[in-house]
């Protein structure tokens, strides 16, 4: 078992080369699956793509498809944020989350969002998305970049950001593992939201 300083994609890699074609996701809704094999190289497939590009983040705004999950682990293994959002909510919340953020961010969005630059060059693995750039609120001073950063619900006025290190996501994981007795045998049943869920133990 690594341990918690061990980067994440550094303790992904060596489960996904031990797994080889044993399956990793299901997709319930459509039935359609990726294998341990198909998960690492989509994420090495969106590594060189966001590598590319100039953004420090990249936020998930709705529901992604099956073939888009894998670029939460291209940005443990580049370093930059994964921001999953609701889609649920007014534009203006949503493009002032954004506008918040201390970095210029791809967003992929299952809907079109207006206000945004529209960005072209990211299309990669099939993945249907509308494409844009946020610009963020950059005081030019250097910040620590989480891996993820998810929001609260709002309830009780704009939602507030909640950043999680790598270390801290692994840290968990390995808590539910041992707390839950997970083998490589069993399956895991997520049934909440994506912006949800990464916050949560499960999703690892």
């Not at 993945?127 to 989480?146: L, Q």
Request: glycine share 8%.
């Amino acid at each position: 078992m690594s341990n918690d300083s061990t980067p994440l994609w550094d303790v992904f890699n060596e489960v996904s080369l031990g797994q080889g074609q044993k399956l990793a996701i299901i997709q319930s809704a459509t039935g359609e699956s990726l294998s341990y094999a198909a998960l690492r190289s989509k994420a090495i497939e969106f590594s060189e793509a966001l590598s590319e590009l100039p953004y420090k983040a990249v936020a998930i705004v709705g529901e992604p498809d099956l073939n888009l999950l894998p670029i939460f682990l291209s940005a443990a293994q580049l370093g930059i944020a994964c921001v999953p959002l609701s889609d649920s909510g007014p534009n203006e919340v949503l493009a002032d989350v954004l506008g918040a953020l201390p970095v210029d961010c791809l967003v992929l969005s299952t809907r079109k969002l207006p206000g945004l630059k529209e960005e072209q060059q990211f299309i990669r693995n099939g993945v249907d998305f509308f494409a844009y750039v946020s610009y963020g609120n950059n005081s030019g001073t250097p910040i620590a970049i989480p891996y993820l950063v998810t929001h609260s619900s709002g309830s009780t006025g704009r939602p507030k950001p909640i950043a999680i290190r790598q270390e801290t996501k692994i840290k968990r994981t390995q808590q539910s593992i041992r707390l839950f007795g997970v083998n490589s045998s069993d399956v895991i049943l997520s049934v909440s939201p994506l912006h949800h869920s990464l916050g949560q133990r499960h999703l690892y």
